[in-house]
């Protein structure tokens, strides 16, 4: 019933916590001179895997494509402030509030799918 949607899912989680740890590192060295804020990718080698996998014939193909997606975290190292600190407190806390409102929906999401699974074993 669910398919590739549970893995899938905790993928995308595990990245948003990630993300979340790495903006508040960011967040919480604002004022540290020198410090170079990170970054997590994750989507575009994810939609890469996840596209290339729906074009192969395998059964496997999709759950090793997920299997073998992960994020990456990596150092911006441009600066337009004297002390070398490159961490932007608005841009921070928009990505911070925009990945707990992802974090959000999927739990949600999730949560929802198993609502309906009770529903249909119950028979309402």
């Known amino acids: 019933m669910f398919g590739n949607t549970i893995s899938m899912t905790e993928k995308a989680l595990s990245y948003l916590y990630k993300r979340e740890e790495v903006l508040m590192n960011n967040m919480a060295n604002v004022d540290t001179p020198g410090f ?3 970054d997590v990718s ?6 890469s895997k996840l596209m290339e996998a ?3 014939k395998s059964s496997r193909a999709m759950p090793d494509a997920i299997d073998e997606s992960h994020y990456t975290v990596y150092s911006r190292d441009d600066s337009a402030r004297v002390d070398e600190n490159n961490v932007n ?3 921070e806390q928009t990505e911070f509030a925009r990945s707990g409102l ?14 309906l699974l009770q529903t249909a074993i119950k028979g309402q």
Do not use: A, I
């Open 102 to 115: 992802q974090y959000q929906y999927l739990m949600q999401s999730v949560n929802m799918d198993f609502r």
């Open 89 to 91: 407190m608005d841009v």
């Open 54 to 56: 729906s074009g192969l």
């Open 42 to 47: 994750f989507e575009e080698e994810f939609r």
């Open 36 to 38: 170079k804020r990170s």
